[in-house]
Nanobody, 129 residues
Framework: QVQLVESGGGSVQAGGSLRLSCAFSGYTYSTYIMGWFRQSPGKEREAVAAFYTEGSTTYYADSVKGRFTVSRDDAKNTLYLQMDSLKPEDTATYYC??????????????????????WGQGTQVTVSS
């Protein structure tokens, strides 16, 4: 059973930084993608970034490119999202999600939450101005 547990959320002032962690377990495939999504009240869920095992390829939404960095620590079975230069509009609940065992490669579908069958419980990030 795949399990994802996020941590690292909190409150920070604009311009500050936070690092989110997503501890994962129960994987049975070596090929998988892990994504970070966020959602704030009244807004649709938004893809933020993703890490694909093939080539350690990373993907970013335009809204966070240059400010956020996604990485993975194999030894710790943990995915990270380093968030720098935070803005009030980054305030949201952040979720990690994963899809494993596919062979078709990754295209624009990485942004679609419906493509990920496994999700964590979320961690709140609040950025004040």
């Amino acid at each position: 059973q795949v399990q994802l547990v996020e941590s690292g959320g909190g409150s920070v002032q604009a311009g500050g930084s936070l690092r989110l962690s997503c501890a994962f377990s129960g994987y049975t495939y070596s090929t998988y993608i892990m994504g970070w999504f966020r959602q704030s009240p009244g807004k649709e869920r938004e893809a933020v970034a993703a890490f694909y095992t093939e080539g350690s390829t990373t993907y970013y939404a335009d809204s966070v490119k240059g400010r956020f960095t996604v990485s993975r620590d194999d030894a710790k079975n943990t995915l990270y999202l380093q968030m720098d230069s935070l803005k009030p509009e980054d305030t949201a609940t952040y979720y990690c999600a994963t899809r494993q065992g596919f062979s078709s490669g990754v295209g624009s579908w990485w942004t679609r939450g419906t493509e990920y069958p496994f999700w964590g419980q979320g961690t709140q990030v609040t950025v004040s101005s």
